[in-house]
């Protein structure tokens, strides 16, 4: 980040910076709130174009669970509007603070920009799943939008979709529109003791195999006792989930003795801990995400843990996503994860690492040649000089 | 659909009627997920919905029909699944039957088409003549490596090792009811059937007559002119299904009948068609009347009620639902319900609505497509691990009888044993899977 | 004369035919080219009858490699290629033009892997939607998106379309439930992208795949996430007699929290259409409700008592719930033929504009009011949960100037949804059928970078090029192409 911050207070604004920073040919680095600038490989912008000057919910309608706000607005001010309404974002992005140690407010446009998604996403999605609208600054200096307010849109190219996780180096998102969903009325949590990572994911496996609509599925190898735990979630209506926990306790017996959690505070925590890492987050160390086919996971960690030294390791997604800590030098375990990653697929993410690491290694997963080159054209397109985040995604 | 069809045109009364039929078409598609050939083929051209629009073209412009059209309508089964499968109501047999006439009055076949289907419109209608050349074909198996002609290779194959002697059951004559006398219906004893299997009409009797009903096979009745009604011979198949119209026609003025019991669903279909196919004709009124009684064997025993179905053994029977039957008149859990009250255990295939391939004649004018049919029917029955496969139509019965393991018999052979008829021939000799042997009711 | 225009078909590529159908002849199967004039027709439209056309020529590839080999050799011709997967498209997707050929899907057949344990299943992309899950419910699963035509559609299709359906309230369209795909690019080159795993690396360019209209690649596998089968489920009937009070009710039962799986309207001329199709029960009402929700017994109990209280306070002249699978299934088959069963009573044109669930009614209304101005019927049967209008214009086809009075009164229509913040399509695509109302959805910049998409994929503008856009917006595109 530059002391040279560019906070435009409309789309307008936002195109002037742009398109100044064209004709000057001084690449921007786009601000939320700073709380994940080190996401993804460090860019060599010489000016910040923050978006906290854009900020406010614009539409919010409960009945259609839909709303639109500016690009620059914190989250914990729309999630505090849908709480009123008895209402959620159901892709339960995850904080970013924890594990980067940044303080500041996470924004609403950064979470679309990065396509933040938590333990959720295994049942519910993706933000990208959510999102149903975009306007964009790109970096042509050109506003464009994509999508709508509606919940089902097909008219013309789904450039939301594309926009969502772009890093910003499409353009410069301005204001989303996405859906919101109903707040569940009970949650509860299956927790089983001392599995290992290849039984734990098993047993993950068959729970999301069940109908009982799982919500969260995860394990710690070590939980905070220092003891492995695998957390099971249900959400929705209170019978409904009383029955349905009943039932998959029933169908999990052979892995052990169950406990069930209810209460709302203590299971909140305990998902939020999954979401934010906060297995991992403290102290040094890099940090990788791996997305993989769950039942491939254990093995990889295993693997992984002899070849390279793995300072912990936990799984969400019931397996289909890893978190990995690994020692912040030399590649940071890059060689070893994606070569194990190259037999049986699947991709690898380093969220965590020095500068000058992810400067040298790719942090997201490099593309097969002929994808990358259309990825390559896209970005051309959307940003022929290159000014937007430059260099955020590639290896 | 829009059609664009002169008024001169219009004037025809089939022509009118298939523009009644097409205008419903809104061509969503759907009748391609259950079209057997399309099935198979993966061509739009080999599915109702291209049909429909190469029979639309080819009326439209009055054109004489190109060896293409023909050959993709040719090759539909008439099975009628798309008509179940429809939501617009398209009624695709009245348009595909016009459109089988149409080409049949404009089209110059290949002298070997000609041959064949003038061989087949001669033999089979007739039950002596068609008995013959089932025992000439036993001799011609042999020498089938010689035969170029692939269809004329099916048709030795499809000839069965077993040509059964005539039965004087067929006759015309009346089988009294046994024991009080509940229903007078006429049986329609067929014509291929009559050579292929005399065990049905044989069963069928012994039901009927058990149930209280008085069994005529009435004088002068005969083929229902199905197999040349679909291949267009529309003078020849009129012509058959004439004399039936007067013969039952007669029987209903003279002494009544509560129905015309139909065990071949094929015919029965068409017997069920007879009021349409003759609305412009002299025979209007009588053809309505017979339609308006024609049922199928187990529409009449629904009807009936089954009584003292207690003989039946503990035997598993995989249904197989005739097109004619399920799609031509949709009845789909009558013979089912049936056998289930009989104390048989009914186990469905996999695809039920899909056509085994047999077809009329369809085996033996579309001999790659019916045995790729066969192949998957066959299969889907077995998978269920049957002791038995039932079916209500012999043309059914004799397709997949040619390749399945488990014997295949008619439903009604099957209720006529449970409720105190003989055990079927087709399962003499036959054991229970597990070796130990069932309760044998004959 | 209809108001949707085709271009001009290229002299070139016309006169060059026989040349082409030669060179496709070399690379497939003397089976799998179709060229006699007597059989293209039968591929002249799919299920937007009002435009037809038959193509230079219909392939029926087998494999991925032969759609590469057509896909190379089209583009060594510089011939247009319109996709097509069952052909059931109401937007005209696979329309073609004279020049082009029609690459139709319906040969990629077959399951390539299933696999329960990580809930996935690879198929070749000209399977039916159905047969998806027809081929995994024996053992309790089954694929959510459920195109009403999901019995005859494609996978290629659903995916070219993004597709939808009445159950995507809680599980998604097909964006939401697709994980990878194998496709071809315009220059032949065989791509995967995803896979059985989450979130593919990159940009998201499976995301931006599903839904274009097979504009920019032609996808011939595709991974698909599929779910364990709900316990149970069962609808509920609610009739009102009048359209707004049924929109106030699918607004209260949202907010209220619960999540129905499907909520679904009916009016009374389509009721009646399908009343005598499917023999379903429906009450003969304004505007009827179709709520399932889904669950073991006791949840599906307590659901319905919740959401029949929300009912029961707005005066319903029915209130009904399915008691038997038989029934439950009958009310979803009207549901879903009440498209095709319109054809019983007239031609039809369908449309697919979406609009705020807070609008439904003032749209339903402004409908009204323009089914009197235009002279023409209307009925209207649509996925009221998500605001999916499907209203069915009814005309004659057979009678001149109806046609041109559907198409206007169905302008007006999509005009105002779009007015009211909503969309053109919301599951249909854009075809040609909304092609020319890009304009009121977009600005020229709007379009513009979609357009610069399009070249990225398909710099020569071969793939299904006159669809989507307004033809004068990508006049010099297509021409360079041609």
């Keep these: 980040m530059t002391d040279d911050i560019a906070t435009p207070a409309t789309e307008g604004e936002v195109q002037d910076v742009v398109r100044t920073a064209r004709a000057d040919a001084t690449p921007l680095e786009i601000r939320g709130g700073g709380t994940r600038s080190g996401l993804g490989r460090p860019t060599n912008a010489d000016r910040t174009l923050s978006m906290a000057g854009l900020s406010g919910i614009t539409l919010y309608e409960p009945g259609s669970m839909t709303m639109v706000a500016k690009a620059g607005t914190p989250l914990a001010e729309i999630e505090a509007a849908v709480a009123a309404e008895n209402q959620r974002l159901a892709f339960e992005p995850t904080d970013h603070r924890a594990l980067y140690g940044t303080t500041g407010e996470p924004t609403i446009g950064a979470v679309a920009a990065c396509n933040i998604s938590g333990p959720r996403r295994v049942q519910a999605g993706a933000f990208r799943d959510f999102l149903l609208g975009v306007r964009v600054v790109t970096g042509e200096g050109e506003a464009i939008k994509s999508g709508g307010r509606v919940m089902k849109n097909v008219t013309g190219y789904d450039l939301v979709k594309l926009i969502c996780g772009s890093h910003g180096t499409l353009g410069v998102i301005s204001e989303v529109s996405f859906k919101v969903m109903p707040k569940p009325e009970a949650t509860s949590v299956l927790l089983i003791e001392g599995l290992s990572d290849a039984r734990a994911v098993a047993a993950l496996s068959a729970a999301l195999t069940t109908p009982y609509d799982v919500s969260g599925a995860a394990h710690l190898p070590k939980g905070v006792d220092g003891a492995p735990v695998t957390m099971i979630r249900l959400e929705g209506l209170e019978p409904s989930v009383a029955y349905r926990a009943d039932k998959l306790r029933e169908a999990l017996s052979d892995y052990g003795e169950i406990a069930i959690e209810s209460d709302p505070a203590r299971t909140a925590d305990g998902w939020a801990y999954i979401r934010d890492a906060r297995n991992l987050a403290d102290g040094d160390g890099a940090i990788w995400r791996l997305s993989l086919k769950p039942s491939d996971a254990p093995k990889l960690v295993a693997t992984l843990r002899d070849q390279i030294d793995v300072a912990g390791a936990f799984y969400d997604w019931g397996g289909g996503l890893v978190w990995l800590k690994t020692p912040d030098v030399g590649d940071a375990g890059a060689g070893a994860i994606r070569g194990a990653l190259a037999s049986i697929g699947g991709h690898a993410t380093l969220v965590r690492a020095s500068d000058a690491i992810r400067a040298s290694v790719p942090v997201f997963q490099p593309e097969a040649p002929p994808l990358a080159a259309l990825s390559r054209r896209l970005r051309e397109t959307f940003d022929p000089d290159s000014i937007l985040n430059p260099g955020r995604m590639e290896g | 659909m829009r059609t664009t069809f002169t008024p001169e045109q219009l004037s025809d009364p089939a022509t009118a009627r298939s523009n009644e039929v097409l205008r419903t078409c809104v061509h969503c598609g759907f009748c391609t997920a259950t079209c057997p050939t399309y099935q198979v083929l993966g061509d739009e051209l080999d599915s109702p919905r291209g049909r429909i629009y190469l029979i639309k073209d080819m009326l439209e412009s009055g054109r004489k029909p190109d060896a293409k059209t023909v050959k993709h309508i040719d090759r539909c089964l008439s099975c009628l699944a ?25 089209y110059d076949r290949p002298w070997s088409d000609r041959a064949l289907r003038w061989v087949l419109a001669r033999i089979l209608p007739y039950p002596g003549r068609f008995r013959m050349a089932l025992l000439g074909a036993k001799l011609g198996k042999p020498f089938r490596g010689l035969i170029p002609d692939s269809r004329l290779r099916a ?94 026609a007669a029987e209903m003025d003279g002494a009544g009948l509560d129905a015309i019991v139909i065990n071949t669903s094929g015919c ?125 139509n012999i043309g059914c019965m004799i397709q997949i009888g040619s390749a399945s393991q488990a014997p295949v018999v008619h439903t009604a052979e099957l209720l006529d044993w449970a409720t105190g008829g003989p055990k079927p021939p087709a399962l003499a000799g036959m054991r229970s899977a597990d070796g130990d042997g069932f309760r044998m009711p004959d | 004369m209809s108001l949707i225009a085709m271009p001009e078909p290229d002299e070139g590529v016309l006169r060059r035919k026989d040349e082409i159908v030669n060179a496709l002849t070399r690379i497939l199967p003397a089976d799998c080219v179709i060229s006699d004039p007597f059989e293209t027709r039968a591929y002249e439209c799919d299920a937007l009858t009002a435009y037809h056309c038959s193509p230079l020529a219909v392939v029926l590839p087998r494999t991925t490699e032969e759609v590469s080999e057509v896909v190379k050799t089209c583009r060594a011709h510089q011939v247009p290629i319109v996709p097509r997967g069952a052909g059931t498209s109401l937007a005209g997707g696979s329309l073609p033009t004279a020049d082009s050929v029609i690459l139709g899907t319906a040969r990629l057949k077959g399951v390539l892997e299933t696999d329960y344990e990580n809930r996935f ?64 690019l315009s220059d032949g ?27 920019l690649a032609i996808v011939t596998e595709a991974t698909l996430r599929i779910l364990p089968s709900p316990e149970g489920a069962r609808p509920v009937l609610i009739g009102f007699d009048d359209a707004e009070v049924a929109g106030t009710c699918v607004g209260d039962i949202i907010k209220s929290g619960i999540l129905p799986v499907a909520i679904e309207y009916m009016d009374r001329p389509c009721i009646e259409v399908v009343e005598n199709f499917a023999k379903a029960g429906y009450p003969m009402c304004e505007a009827l409700l179709i709520v399932e929700v889904e669950g073991s017994e006791a949840e599906i109990e307590d659901q319905l008592g919740r959401i029949t209280k929300i009912a029961e306070a707005l005066n319903p002249v029915e209130l009904r719930v399915s008691e038997s699978a038989e029934e439950s299934a009958l009310i979803w088959k009207g549901r879903k033929s009440a498209f095709g069963a319109m054809g019983q009573i007239n031609d039809y044109m369908c449309l697919d504009g979406t609009v705020p669930i807070s609008e439904l009614p003032f749209t339903l209304k402004r409908i009204g009011e323009l089914s009197m101005e235009h002279g023409l019927d209307v009925a209207n049967v649509f996925h009221a949960g998500d605001g999916n209008m499907h209203p069915l214009i009814l005309f004659d086809a057979n009678t001149p100037g109806d046609l041109e009075r559907a198409e206007r009164f169905g302008m007006d229509i999509l005009r105002t949804c779009v007015e009211v913040g909503g969309c053109l399509t919301g599951e249909h695509g854009v075809g040609i059928e909304k092609r020319d ?46």
């Design chain 2, 268 to 392: 029965g279909t068409t017997v069920k068609d007879y009021g349409h196919m003759f609305r412009n004709e002299g025979l209007a009124a009588d053809a309505a009347r017979v339609s308006a009684i024609a049922k199928d064997i187990s529409e009449v025993m629904v009807d009936l009620g089954l009584s003292d179905a207690t003989r039946a053994p503990k035997l598993k029977v995989a249904y197989h639902a005739a097109c004619s039957l399920q799609h031509g008149q949709q009845i789909k859990t009558f013979p089912k319900n049936l056998l289930k009250a009989a104390g048989f255990e009914i186990l469905e295939p996999k695809d039920p609505h899909l056509c085994c391939g047999s077809a009329g004649t369809y085996n033996l004018m579309q001999p790659e497509i019916s045995q790729e049919l066969k192949a998957r029917k066959v299969a889907t029955l077995e998978a269920t691990t049957p002791d038995i496969i039932a079916a209500g």
């Design chain 2, 155 to 248: 048709m030795l194959e499809m000839a069965p090792k077993t040509v059964p002697p005539v039965s004087r059951n067929d006759d015309p004559q009346v089988f009294p009811a046994k024991g009080e006398r509940r229903k007078r219906v006429a049986l329609m004893t067929g014509c291929a059937q009559k050579a292929l299997n005399t065990d049905i009409n044989d069963a069928t009797i012994r039901l009927l007559t058990r149930h209280g009903c008085d069994v005529v096979v009435a004088e002068g009745a005969g083929c229902c002119g199905a197999l040349t009604h679909h291949m267009g011979k529309t003078t020849e198949s009129h012509a058959t299904a004439a004399k039936n119209i007067r013969a039952w």
């Design chain 3, 189 to 215: 080159e065989i791509v995967e992208i995803g896979g059985p795993h989450m979130d593919a690396p990159g940009l998201d360019l499976l995301g931006l795949i599903c839904g274009s209209e097979g504009q």
């Design chain 3, 437 to 482: 109302l890009m304009h009121d959805q977009f600005n020229a910049e709007d379009l513009e970078i979609q357009l610069k998409v399009k070249d990225v994929f398909d710099p020569d503008w071969l793939l299904n090029p006159a669809k989507v856009f307004p033809l004068e917006v990508t006049e010099t595109r297509r021409s360079g192409a041609a």
């Design chain 3, 121 to 184: 299943i690879r198929v070749r992309a000209g399977v039916t939607n159905l047969s998806v899950t027809g081929s995994v419910e024996d053992d309790g699963f089954f694929y959510a998106p459920d195109p009403s035509s999901q019995l005859a559609c494609a996978i290629a299709g659903n995916i070219a379309m993004n597709s939808g359906g009445a159950h995507c309230l809680k599980y998604g369209v097909t964006t939401n439930n697709l994980l990878g795909v194998r496709m071809v």
């Design chain 2, 82 to 106: 798309c008509m179940t499968t429809c939501p617009s109501g398209v009624h695709y047999m009245h348009l595909v039957d016009h459109a089988r006439e149409y080409i049949e009055q404009h």
